[in-house]
């Protein structure tokens, strides 16, 4: 726990950060021992607390915490003593995290910029033009201070997200938060904005909805948390279904409820009260959800909560799977598998057994098409083994050599260069990950998931080139090569007994991500290294194809020379000159008539020069499709609905837009040329935008 979970067991090392002394010493210091770290170890943790612990927490930062533990942790931290945040009330983390803060002996804002901040944000109206002027102020902080104040309000941001559980809003932390960033005066002085205090919330408001745009964090690592959102914290949440179509994510607990989740914001959209326990769902291909309860199996629209469906249905909630063929919905209980196709009748049932007789039930299974069988297979884990199905003869075909010592929690068919046909069978256990060969059906490879003999590997989800996975154990996510089937990266998860994971793709920032869901909560992550196309249901409809214009048939020579008009269809201005002047037959030069447009005639609107075939052929950057803009709209409505920006057209005077002016001391600082090489320098470990 605490630190040395934090850095890979380092006990010997104890925490150099001091409540009373400078950032750039602290992290002097802690860069000797973790180069690659850029805010104080102190406050990574309290944030890892924090993130863990308290988004169900209401009043976390408002309340305050027993005195004497503060101190006690304080005096701990200054002596340099092991720390064990897993063990101290939340409020006291949250507290120290305030405090340490508040004491620095420097403001993460120095007292020379406090003036240039001030004017920037004199002007209420244009909110849009305050984000230039802003990065090149940021530019000019320390880079520890730089760094911090990216890590902050990233923080606090992830913590606004939640605030229908903590009651803290962005402008709640704001007004906590922001005399902690901004250096006060021991007198405040009445001027538009009020007192100093006033001044730093507003500006930390700013900071926070806008923290991505000012400090252009650099994302080079494979994983980047995102979010975490709360859901029933009493509940774990067992299902997560990407809608692409939508954008949103579906979530269901033993609670009843499904939850509908922007896929852009995080934001709870709806809910979908099912009146019973949601065992199991899956997402049809023709937008149905599936939904199987302890004595029932339903089907949804649940973007306009209706209930389609219903029929009785006897489940065993410790042995319950469900996946989709090309014409069927199976669902396993126990060692049984029910087929219904999709108009919701029930068909035929199969017991399903492997060559070793396992009577326990069935953990999980997936459909695969194949060139051996022309209905396809069923991959089924059984226990610790797996059997293959033949859909065909309705029979088991095989049952693999046993390669897990352990329960199978997931199985997860892979596919190769982005292609749709399944190459791989991934399985998961506590103890290992084992790579079967989809085609021979046979097994391929082994990965050992720890060291340690098994890290509990919970789910698995496909990205693509990647597969992530989550661990309850370890509490951690990870990701994995399918071409060298070996680890390329690992995060702490920052919750407990994570139980499901499901890839989505992010249409509106065009990147892969991966949902976890665990008791009480929802976390994002944002991966780098995933293939770079999107799925299939994110891809734009592609254009018809063009129809075939057939050539004009020969048009005899009008009695008439004079042209009009040159249509579309005519001949162009080069081959129409060749056909002016030809030779005759006896070698002198003729002058063919050229065709007479009848004004009298009303004749069909001719289309455009370029054509049907033309305007296809264009490329996307060059012709933006409806799906383009469409995106691009939905991109501007939704931050200005989440950050609360009104409209800029309403700011509008006249007709052009005001720009914000930039302080005179800042424009004087930026004609020096210090200031150009201090804003291209690349000493920050994030990247520094041109000057303008």
Excluded at 278 to 293: A, K, L, P, Q, Y
Excluded at 301 to 310: G, P, S, Y
Excluded at 326 to 345: C, G, P
Aim: aromatic share 8%; glycine share 4%; proline share 6%.
């Amino acid at each position: 726990t605490g630190i040395n979970a934090e850095y890979g067991g380092k006990k010997e090392w104890r925490v150099p950060s001091s409540l009373a002394r400078k950032l750039s010493v602290v992290m002097e210091q802690e860069k000797k021992l973790f180069p690659h770290q850029h805010v104080p170890l102190f406050i990574k943790i309290c944030m890892k607390q924090i993130l863990t612990e308290g988004l169900e927490e209401e009043g976390i930062f408002r309340l305050s915490a027993n005195k004497g533990e503060l101190e006690e942790l304080k005096s701990q931290v200054l002596i340099g003593q092991e720390i064990d945040l897993s063990t101290r009330d939340i409020h006291v983390v949250s507290c120290a995290l305030k405090l340490y803060l508040r004491e620095l002996p420097e403001p993460l804002i120095p007292d020379n910029l406090k003036e240039e901040f001030m004017e920037i944000f004199a002007d209420e109206d244009n909110l849009d033009q305050r984000i230039e002027p802003l990065q090149v102020l940021l530019r000019m902080l320390p880079k520890h201070n730089f760094a911090l104040l990216g890590e902050l309000f990233h923080f606090l941001y992830v913590m606004s997200l939640s605030s229908s559980e903590t009651k803290m809003d962005n402008r709640n932390l704001a007004t906590v938060f922001g005399p902690s960033v901004l250096p006060q005066q021991n007198s405040s002085t009445s001027n538009q904005f009020g007192t100093d205090s006033l001044q730093a919330t507003i500006i930390a408001n700013f900071f926070i909805l806008e923290h991505r745009n000012l400090f252009q964090m650099k994302e080079d690592e494979l994983l980047t948390f995102r979010s975490k959102v709360v859901a029933n914290r009493k509940k774990t949440i067992d299902n997560l279904i990407p809608v692409y179509d939508q954008g949103v994510v579906l979530s269901s607990d033993s609670s009843g409820e499904i939850r509908i989740w922007d896929l852009f914001d995080y934001k709870l959209l709806n809910k979908v009260d099912t009146k019973s326990s949601v065992m199991c769902m899956r997402r049809t291909h023709d937008g149905n959800v599936w939904t199987v309860h302890e004595s029932s199996i339903a089907v949804w629209n649940v973007l306009e909560n209706k209930l389609k469906a219903i029929t009785a249905f006897k489940s065993n909630k410790d042995s319950l799977c469900m996946t989709e063929t090309s014409t069927h919905v199976v669902i396993a209980s126990d060692n049984t598998l029910y087929f219904y196709n999709l108009a919701f009748e029930k068909g035929e049932k199969y017991k399903v057994k492997s060559d070793n007789h396992t009577n326990e039930g069935i953990a999980d299974l997936v459909y695969i098409t194949s060139s051996k069988s022309p209905a396809g297979f069923l991959w089924i884990a059984l226990a610790s083994e797996i059997v293959v199905f033949d859909l065909e003869k309705m029979e088991v075909y095989r049952t693999l050599e046993k390669r897990h010592n352990k329960k199978i929690t997931k199985l997860l068919p892979v596919c190769a260069n982005n292609d749709s046909v399944v190459t791989h069978i991934w399985s998961a256990a506590e103890d290992n990950i084992i790579v079967w060969d989809a085609k021979k059906i046979e097994y391929y490879y082994s990965i050992k998931s720890s060291s340690e003999g098994g890290s509990g590997v919970t789910s698995l989800a496909f990205l693509g080139n990647t597969v992530a996975s989550v661990s309850a154990i370890s509490g951690k996510v990870s990701l994995w090569d399918t071409k060298k089937h070996e680890k390329i990266g690992e995060k702490d998860n920052f919750q407990n007994n994570s139980a499901v994971i499901c890839p989505a793709y992010d249409k509106l920032r065009g990147e892969w991500s991966v949902w976890i869901g665990a008791k009480g909560s929802i976390a994002t992550w944002a991966v780098k290294k995933a293939s770079l196309s999107p799925p299939p249901e994110c891809l734009p409809p592609e254009p018809p194809a063009p129809a075939s214009v057939p050539a004009p048939a020969p048009t005899p020579a009008p009695t008439s020379t004079t042209a009009l008009s040159q249509t579309p269809s005519s001949p162009s201005l080069s081959s129409l000159s060749s056909t002016r002047d030809k030779k005759g037959e006896n070698g002198k030069r003729t002058k063919t008539a050229m065709t007479v447009k009848d004004s009298t005639k009303k004749s069909p609107r001719a289309p455009a020069e370029h054509g049907t075939q033309g305007l296809h052929s264009a490329s996307m950057s060059s012709v933006p499709s409806y799906t383009q803009e469409k995106d691009k709209n939905k991109v501007r409505d939704v931050r200005r609905r989440v950050e609360g920006r009104r409209d800029p057209r309403l700011s509008w005077k006249g007709t052009t837009r005001r720009r914000i002016r930039l302080p005179p001391r800042l424009h004087r600082a930026l004609l020096q040329p210090a200031t150009h090489a201090r804003l291209q320098s690349t000493s920050s470990p994030y990247p520094h935008p041109q000057p303008r």
